[in-house]
């Protein structure tokens, strides 16, 4: 297997845009979102998972040795998702508090004690626990990231404490996490206990690494067989409400990694071309900014300038969204995640 995927980053770049669309979720009775597939499209947070994990384990399963190599890896997935968290993070708050008093207002009456708990929530990686959590975070997408952290944490602690067990303590995590999500009865867990949901995920990525870590597979065949499965699926636990039977998509998306890592098929092409690498590239910045901007644009489209709410306007402002949103996480790509990190890892010995 070779040392990156790209059509892996092609994949994750189609899903932050697919996120979008499902919080696109004022208009629940416009047809943009009221079908099953966008309906379901949160499940594509699962994707993001599953190849957090892939991704890691490919990368430091072998490298984690002593107490020093631990915080270093912790160090760099810290500058990777710290800087733009607070970004995000301080722009939803002086927006909410520019907005509490003016026509522009999203939320009201929530104050500045909520958004500094919240906040704080956010910052220190708990939008997912219940330590500080269960909270709605300002920037309502970050309880995930919070679930990333908790994952390179349990991850790098199993790598250096259990060395020769590590792939048993990963799947007994595995299994615990499967097992409290059908105790609770709700598969899509977020403000609270989100960070399970993440685990689970993450150690599927694990086991799919190790399956790919020496073996090569040629699966081009299988490309557009798994697409169809995997809307299929999707399609049937909408239908159905078999809301814990969503607990099969992190072994579906699993499997979608398998595939498109082993293939050079056409829909491996596509997403190694050149639009699509770049979504890929910049994903973190829009899954971090979708919010802000769709709160933006349907507040200036619907409130400001009061256009009918029509399923063309609904269409005008989803697109508005894509775009906008795709536009400004290329700024917040280079300044914030790429030089801001850049400015950290060298001035922090």
Known sequence: MKNRVEQLDGLRGIFAVLVIAH???AFKESILYNNFFVINASLFVDF???????????NYVDRIHSAGDFFTFLKKRFIRLFPL???????FVIAN???????MKN????????????SFDTLTFMGSSTVFGAW?????????????????IVFGLVVLLLAKFKYGAFAV??????????SRGEYLLAYDYGYVRGLLCFALGIFTERILRKRNFQLSAFEIPFLLLMVAAMYIVHHWELNLWKLMFPFIFSVGIIIFASSTGIVTQILNSGPFQYLGKISYSIYLNHAIVLIFVNIILFRLLKLPETEMMFAISLTSSIGLTIFYSHFTYEFIEMRV?????????
Do not use: D
């Not at 993001?48 to 490919?58: E, K, M, N, R």
């Not at 508090?97 to 026509?103: A, C, I, R, T």
């Open 23 to 25: 919080h696109h979720n």
């Open 85 to 91: 968290l607070f970004y995000t993070e301080v722009v």
């Open 107 to 118: 939320v009201g009456g929530l104050g500045l004690t909520y958004y500094l708990y919240t």
């Open 341 to 349: 990190g850049k400015f950290l890892r060298n001035n922090w010995g």
């Open 136 to 152: 709605i975070s300002n920037n309502y997408p970050s309880w995930s990231i919070s679930a990333e952290m908790i994952s390179y």
């Open 48 to 58: 993001f998972f599953v190849l957090s994990g892939f991704v890691i384990a490919f």
């Open 97 to 103: 508090l520019l907005g509490e008093h003016s026509p």
């Open 173 to 182: 995590i595995g299994l615990a996490s499967a097992l409290f999500i059908c």
